[in-house]
């Protein structure tokens, strides 16, 4: 089992629509989750981070985690074409140094 | 604003060339990392760094090694290049020992190897 699994994708949604995309982790210790937005041939970058459980916004951008269920989402509200890339979830692992990414969902929105 | 940068976009190295890639902070973080991106495989941890002189293995550390000697600096090595080392290099810092804080990523280089 992978540590952090994510659906490759491509998720598809029309433009306006919400774009939710999931993430589960098998380290029930995690702390720390984050999300990353990589468009095509560029580095990832943070569009969020959450600790505890339940719902954090900013923006058209919802982080959701739930610890009991070892899973935590991204929901995009009217999404745009510009938010067509791809998303990575991570997770901060017990007690050591490293994050561990999935290997993230691609997502296109259709104009 | 979080800067992060890398001494080449890309790079195109024969095979058994010794190859550096450089990254720096400016942000005074603790934690340097590097990463490598391939299609379908994600982002995989060659090394990190959380500390000046300190350095920790990764997932796949074969092939490589680091050096950081500055606090700013954390600098990826090839020792001896092959073509199955070709991909897409990212380094990364973020603040404070540990994997739970945000990580901030260079551009990326991307590296062939012929």
């Known amino acids: 089992q992978k540590e952090v699994e994510q659906n490759s994708g491509p998720l598809s949604v029309p433009e306006g629509a919400i774009a939710s995309l999931n993430c589960t982790y098998s380290?029930?210790?995690?702390?720390?989750f984050f999300w990353y937005r990589q468009y095509s041939g560029k580095s990832p970058e943070l569009i969020m981070f959450?600790?505890?459980?339940g719902d954090k916004e900013d923006g058209r951008f919802t982080a959701q985690l739930n610890k009991a269920s070892q899973y935590v989402s991204l929901l995009i509200r009217d999404s745009q074409p510009s938010d067509s890339a791809t998303y990575l979830c991570?997770?901060?692992?017990?007690?050591?140094?490293?994050?561990?990414f999935g290997a993230g969902t691609r997502l296109f929105v259709k104009a | 604003d979080v800067k992060v940068t890398q001494s080449s976009r890309y790079l195109v190295k024969r095979t058994g060339e010794k190859v550096f890639l450089e990254c720096v902070q400016d942000m005074d973080h603790e934690n340097m990392f590097w990463y490598r991106q391939d299609p379908g495989l994600g982002l995989r941890l060659i090394y990190f760094?959380?500390?000046?002189?300190?350095?920790e293995k990764g997932d796949i550390p074969e092939g490589y090694s680091v050096s950081r000697e500055k606090k700013e600096r954390f600098s990826l090595i090839l020792e001896s290049a092959s073509t199955n080392q070709t991909s897409m290099y990212l380094c990364?810092?973020?603040f404070g020992r540990g994997g739970n804080y945000e990580q901030y990523f260079g551009p990326g280089t991307r590296l062939t190897v012929t």
């Open positions: 990364a810092s973020s």
């Open positions: 760094s959380y500390d000046v002189k300190m350095k």
């Open positions: 959450i600790y505890s459980n």
């Open positions: 380290d029930r210790g995690s702390q720390s």
């Open positions: 991570a997770v901060g692992n017990t007690g050591g140094f490293k994050t561990i």
